[in-house]
């Protein structure tokens, strides 16, 4: 027997013995991923209803919530047309409601866990979810694994910087036997990357051939491939499929870290909350949404949903807690839906056309008016021999634009790109802004080690005062 095969079936034995309903669900999002479109509709319609009746049995705060929005009336009768009525769930509503968004029969429920968020936005929150909940969150996970090639139990590196996810290597030996052994995982902490540490990383890999597929934080994994251009540190074996995450991958990286690891990539967003929502499939044309486990929504200020092509706040609806539901949950990141078109995949899901960034990564202008990461393309895409950028935005009217490339006189080489950006940034905000130029040997990062293009170093209360304001208009290339 295959030896990744040997340990998928000890995966699923174990999972199996201990209760879980995980390789069900992971095959029933298989048989399920090529429905037609209006029967995927269907199902996640009646999941839906079965979500809300619930939430309104058991749950306090939704009670309340779906009885003054009359999404259920006396009867009991569920109103669609009523949903989007709804206020969405904030991580301040979170904070302050968490005893009554819990289901009074969460004593009877099969081993309660936190699902921590990550802290990006300085503000982390902390919803339950039971064991149905994680085998749902596992599997969907995993079929996203699938769609790279990879499988349950074959080889992999996982190539991570959030604690979170990391704290299991040194727990206890039962721990380290589940993960190195069992699923196969070859950690690789990207939190804190050093040259010595990009160097010991790219001779670990070559050491292990038989690793072809990778799970990666974007831009940690983009600095890797740029500092084994630079070094003339090659990796030496092909990678069969390489899954990134945590930040936006743009085409520039897409090419560099194909070209390093001399394999396809694809991109994957989610969240630590409410698991992984879509993923790029093999044609690597937006980021498919899965019906089979969340309902997403593109939304303007007011909640009211946004017609594709327009971008938006991400509304979340998990489908399968039933602990702590989180119903139009919103998730603080920006995203655009693409007009609905089959892929030639043969998958009939809703599409991502672009995650935009996360909510609170916009400039505020003195007129109050905001200027989301979408925006940035005309200002930047200027710049050449450019490893990455970072804007820091410490006054309405003042930004500091800091800029990593491997030339070490950067400005001055690259005077007329400045003055052509500068150009760019002055035209699209009418000369609101005091705009100048760092080269830095790195990017700050946030709390919860991820790398943010935009950092609003504005205080909060003016910053979220001002957050509904229009865009300013951008001059067409």
Known sequence: MNTHILRQEIYLLGKTLAGSRFHRNLQFIRSHQFLPRWELMAWQQQALERLIQNAYERVPYYQQQFTIHKLVDATGKIHFDRFTELPPLTRETIREYTPSLISNDIAKRKRIIKLSTGGTTGDPISPYADLQYWDWYLAATYFFYEWMGLKLGMPYLYFWGAPQD?????????????VNLIQNRHVLNCRALSE?????????????????????CVNELYD???????????????????????????????????????????SRYGSREAGDIASECFFQDGLHINPLFSYIEIVDDEGKPVPPGIEGRIL???????????????????GILREYTPCLC????????????????????????????????????IFTDLRAYQIHQLAPDTIEVHLVSPDPNYLETHQYEIQESHHRF??????MLKVSYHQVAELEKAPSGKRLVIINKIKTSQASASAQRPEPSIPTL
């Not at 990391?166 to 589940?178: A, E, F, P």
């Open 426 to 431: 002055q035209s699209c905000t009418q000369n």
């Open 196 to 216: 010595e540490i990009m160097a010991r990383f790219i001779t670990e890999m070559n050491q292990m051939p038989h690793r072809k597929h990778m799970v990666a």
């Open 224 to 266: 890797l491939a740029c500092f084994s251009l630079d070094n003339k540190l090659p990796i030496t074996h092909p990678f069969e499929g390489i899954l990134v995450t945590t930040a936006a991958l743009t085409e520039e990286m897409r090419q560099t870290i194909q070209s390093v690891f001399h394999g396809p990539v694809y």
């Open 316 to 334: 979340i609806t998990d489908l399968h807690n039933d602990v702590m539901p989180l119903i139009r949950y919103e998730v603080q990141d920006m």
């Open 346 to 381: 043969g998958r009939h899901w809703d599409t991502f056309e672009q995650i935009t960034g996360r909510l609170h990564e916009r400039l505020i202008l003195p007129n109050g008016a905001t200027f989301g990461k979408v925006f940035l393309h005309y200002p930047m895409d």
């Open 166 to 178: 990391l704290g299991l290597q040194g727990y206890n030996l039962k721990s380290k036997i589940w």
